[in-house]
């Protein structure tokens, strides 16, 4: 279970980059963040495995749900 939420949808890029990156910042080690677009899961992912997270990609409805864990 994810100890942080981050709710990201409907934000345009670079804002769910910028949510992730003060998540990893924070020192979380684990956390989930929803995205509504393709863009910002790759966008997401990206800074994700730039940290060494891994993520873990899942639906629901329009929504896009990454979970990170270190």
């Given amino acids: 279970m994810a100890e942080h939420k981050i709710d990201a949808r409907g934000l345009s890029c670079p804002q769910p980059v910028v ?15 929803s995205v509504s677009s393709e863009v910002s899961k790759e966008n997401v992912l990206r800074a994700l ?3 060494k997270y891994r993520a873990e990609i899942s639906q629901d409805g329009n929504d896009i749900i990454i979970k990170a864990m270190k």
């Fill in 49 to 51: 495995g730039n940290n």
């Fill in 19 to 33: 949510l992730t990156r003060k998540a990893i910042d924070a020192g979380y080690s684990s956390f989930e963040i």
